[in-house]
């Protein structure tokens, strides 16, 4: 397939928003692509490049983008950030620039999928000092090629932002349908192998293929998820339960073959060598191969945790490492097991897994208790808050382990307070003492099918130290300025307290937060991961409710 013809597509899928119609379309595709081109476009059509449990990173900020197009027009760079200044979108001034330059030249390429491709993965394997030059070669090139609309959406892929709206859900169901395979099978297969578009080719092959697909070492699968409820449901609705410490760390999955092991942090990167001493803890607590899901801790002098942000910053570290390991000791606290020795173990229930997992680890297990009486439960509750933990988890004991998945069968429990985590979409400068610096953040949720609406602005809760390191992230992400306002590709996203959501036309959201408040940053949360609107009007409902 071209890359044009893909860019026709986009714009097509762009115009339809009902959900079934947009199935159709992608199904009507799927079955001309060969097993090459098809795990590409199923990726590029979610604004992915590379599978989801991969390292590769294209790592290409917009003022590569900015160059790159205005070399090619033949304008200078102002003129290209006048434009998207003026459209408040890159893709659409990408689009407007390069369809003006292409009346004046001819080109000599038209790229296939396989090409942008493989242009793509070259990008992430520079490396070094000539690092930036050459990527500029390679993405001019891409943008010579292009005339508007494949400008439009190859700018967008570039950024990581394609903004059509095509979901993990949609592409599961067109897949189903493309290959008259069920659902269920699809969903299956993608939770063990992470990466829809490998999927969609086993999916050609028929549903015994699919059945077949299992975790494999190395290849991080998304973390199951918890949903907020109360210990009376779940023990009115399961029973005898599982409870555990609810830890106010990092999550991990550490993944160990013989002596090669790597760990990963929630947003599934590799952060293997910046916590070597939790690597270390990990690989004496058994000598199986195995695939361990849990949360890192960091601890004072007398093994009492320490704040949330403690975690965060060793995860973060890239230099300097072995003074940071003296100065913030992590300790892991491992509560799943997904594989052992050459099976998957996501489908057993969790007792039968809770089983496995004390069997065959030595050390590190987090504790649990089994119980189906809510006096008993509500006790170890307090017990954990007493010890400084965030509250408690409590499991389903039938429960499968269902990657990517936030469900009722984990249930978090912890003291009520109000907070949302939120995308960082703008930003206005500061004013006084802090006119070099973001003063106030414009912030988004995301519709269900990842499209960002405004919500709210915040501008209080930050320290100093908090606000430089805001700058810091945010300043190499800015896409246009104007006036004093400045926009972001969306990449980092805060977790902010309110008192109140209220109905507002000044937002996209149609909400509003009131007294918005800075909690922490949530740089182990990817912009996928933000809240939802459905989410917000439940909140919104369950206010009302309240109040009444
Ligand atoms: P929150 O914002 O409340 O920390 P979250 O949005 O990060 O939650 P949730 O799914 O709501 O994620 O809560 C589950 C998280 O709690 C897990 O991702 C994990 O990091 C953490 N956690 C701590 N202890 C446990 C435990 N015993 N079992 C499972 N998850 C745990």
């Known amino acids: 397939m071209q890359f044009s013809e893909f860019s026709e597509i986009c714009g097509q899928l762009e115009k339809i928003s009902g959900r079934l119609d947009t199935i159709d379309m992608i199904a009507s595709h799927l079955p001309g692509l060969d097993d090459e081109e098809l795990p590409i476009f199923i990726r590029f059509l979610m604004g992915r490049i590379f599978p989801d449990w991969s390292q590769d990173k294209i790592g290409i900020g917009p003022n590569l983008v900015f160059e790159s197009v205005a070399y090619v027009a033949g304008n200078d760079r102002s003129k290209v950030v006048r434009e ?65 609309a494949e400008g439009k959406y190859l700018s967008r892929l570039i950024l990581g932002e394609l903004r059509i709206g095509i979901g993990e859900g949609n592409i599961r169901d067109a897949i189903a349908k493309a290959f008259d395979v069920p659902t269920e099978s699809v969903e299956h297969a993608y939770q ?125 570290r890239k230099h300097d490492i072995a003074s940071h390991i003296e100065n913030i000791r ?106 070099h610096l973001f003063g106030s953040f414009i912030l988004a949720c995301q519709d269900e099918s990842g499209r960002l609406l405004r919500i709210s602005k915040v501008a209080t809760g930050f320290s100093d130290e908090a606000l430089a390191g805001v700058y810091d992230l945010l300043k190499d992400t800015e896409i246009s300025e104007s006036g004093k306002v400045v926009s ?14 209220q109905k507002s036309t000044n937002y996209e959201a149609g909400y509003a937060l009131r007294f918005p408040r800075f909690i922490r940053f949530r740089d182990d949360k990817g912009i996928d991961e933000i809240e939802t609107i459905s989410s917000i009007e439940d909140r919104f409902r369950a206010q009302s409710e309240k109040i009444r």
Not at 237 to 256: L, M, N, S
Not at 488 to 501: K, T
Request: charged share 30%; hydrophobic share 40%.
């Open 488 to 501: 972001f590709e969306p990449e980092v996203v805060f977790e902010v307290g309110y008192a109140e959501i």
């Open 192 to 316: 063990a192998a992470n990466d829809l578009g490998e999927i969609a080719v086993i999916a050609k092959k028929g549903v015994d293929e699919l059945r077949a697909v299992r975790i494999s070492l190395f290849r991080p699968v998304k973390m199951m998820l918890a949903k907020q409820g109360t210990i009376a449901e779940m023990v009115e609705e399961q029973g005898a339960i599982a409870a555990e410490y609810k830890y106010d760390g990092t999550r991990f999955q550490f993944h160990k073959s013989g002596d090669k092991c790597r760990i990963y942090s929630r947003k599934l990167e590799e952060v293997t060598t910046a916590i070597p001493d939790i690597v270390d803890i990990l690989v004496k607590t058994t000598g199986h191969d195995v695939i361990l899901d849990g949360e890192v801790i960091a601890v004072d002098g007398n093994g009492n945790p320490m704040p949330f942000q403690h975690v965060l910053k060793r995860f973060r």
């Open 330 to 435: 992590l300790v892991p606290n491992i509560f799943d097991i997904l594989y052992l020795d050459g099976e998957t173990l996501i489908d057993k229930p969790f007792e039968e897994r809770r089983k496995i997992l004390v069997e065959n680890v030595s050390l590190h297990v987090a504790p649990q208790i089994v119980s189906d009486d809510i006096i008993t439960i509500e006790a170890f509750y307090r017990e954990a808050l007493d010890a400084g933990h965030e509250g408690i988890m409590i499991k389903s004991l039938k429960s499968a382990y269902t990657p990517g998945q936030r469900v009722r069968q984990w249930i978090k429990i912890k003291p009520s307070v109000d907070t949302i985590d939120l995308a960082v979409v703008g930003a206005e400068w500061g004013e006084g003492k802090r006119a």
């Open 84 to 148: 998207i200044n003026k459209q408040g979108d890159v893709g659409t001034a990408v689009e407007n620039i390069l369809s003006k330059k292409e009346q004046t030249s001819f080109f000599s390429e038209n790229p296939d999928l396989r090409d942008v491709y493989s242009d793509f993965a070259y990008l992430s394997s520079i490396e070094g000092n000539r690092s930036q030059k050459e990527k500029l070669k390679v993405i001019r090139k891409l943008f010579a090629n292009a005339g508007g």
